[in-house]
């Protein structure tokens, strides 16, 4: 019960995390393939790096359902604490026609049901959440490279790359491959929606790797949203709801999570159908020229 009261002062529109300190030794090492891995077990016989960090873990709020008691009766809220838009799909009682759904404006919360005393327990139901307004109508803009000036970095994987780029949600996404702490500029202005800085390790080995990369996401001006993924653990220089332009720094690039190098993974999507589906983009060149990005192109920002 003090953990339902602790989430429903949530509705206040106050985001909680828990911060915890702790210092760890991380090794890089190579493998016969020429690419970069971590771990935090000492590496038996490739060549390894070893570094000490101290990390900060900050439990993230997401879109949710949450309860409110009050007396016998009990309510049940949509809660949306990103600084964005985001499309709720609550499917109640045993019937998958039984649904309502709704888009709950950025840093918002709304009553969905109130149950009367003749319930012991809330009625069983289920529910998904997609970021972004449906309704939004993206433009055709050309994307300033989101790469620090003056010199070249080269495009791992372009559209529909076969690695991982072959389906959505990432399908119109490319990989910029840069050495870690390379700083990250924003490709368009917009407002920062979301934040994960949790993690600090990088790998394919597993699908464990799948959902641990560190990210930000910028919600534009037409709805879209720019994800910025595999940052390093600690390089965030922007925090959520912070307003950026373009060219301004918005972190450091790692290796975090699924991935075989240090790069970074750019994509824009937007919410179709109750789906994050990635949009076809093109950069900008220095003479403002636009160009699709290609695999093994080498992209600047002058």
């Known amino acids: 019960m003090r953990v339902l009261a602790i989430i429903a002062s949530l509705f206040a529109l106050q985001i909680f995390c828990i911060t915890t300190s702790s210092a760890q030794t991380v090794y890089k090492y190579q493998d016969s393939k020429g690419r970069w891995h971590f771990t935090d077990k000492k590496p038996t016989s490739e060549r390894f790096e070893r570094s000490e960090y101290k990390k900060n873990i900050r439990k993230r709020a997401r879109p949710s359902l949450v309860t409110k008691r009050e007396g016998l009766q009990q309510q049940l809220f949509a809660f949306n604490p990103y600084y964005g838009p985001v499309e709720f799909k609550v499917v109640y009682g045993e019937s998958a026609n039984s649904f309502k759904t709704l888009v709950l404006p950025a840093k918002s919360s709304k009553l969905l049901f109130t149950y009367g005393s003749e319930y012991q327990a809330k009625p069983k139901h289920r529910y998904w959440w997609v970021a972004g307004d449906p309704e939004a109508e993206s433009e055709s ?135 994050q589906k990635s949009i076809p983009f093109k950069f900008r060149s220095n003479d403002g020229t636009p160009y699709k990005p290609e695999r093994n192109m080498y992209i600047w920002r002058y």
């Open 141 to 275: 803009y050309i994307y300033t490279p989101p790469v620090p000036k003056g010199k070249g970095f080269r495009i791992t994987q372009a559209f529909g790359g076969r690695f991982s780029h072959s389906k959505e949600p990432s399908y119109y996404a490319v990989d910029i491959a840069m050495p870690v702490g390379t700083i990250i500029k924003a490709a368009r202005a917009g407002v920062v929606m979301s934040v994960k800085d949790d993690y600090h390790m990088g790998s394919v080995s597993s699908k464990y790797f799948l959902d641990k990369a560190n990210f930000l996401t910028v919600l534009h001006d037409d709805g879209t949203i720019a994800s910025y993924v595999h940052i390093l653990l600690g390089g965030l220089m922007v925090k959520a709801g912070d307003r950026v332009e373009v060219g301004q720094s918005l972190a450091r690039s790692g290796s975090t999570g699924y991935s075989s190098g240090p790069h970074l993974h750019f994509v824009i999507r937007k919410n179709i159908g109750m789906k």
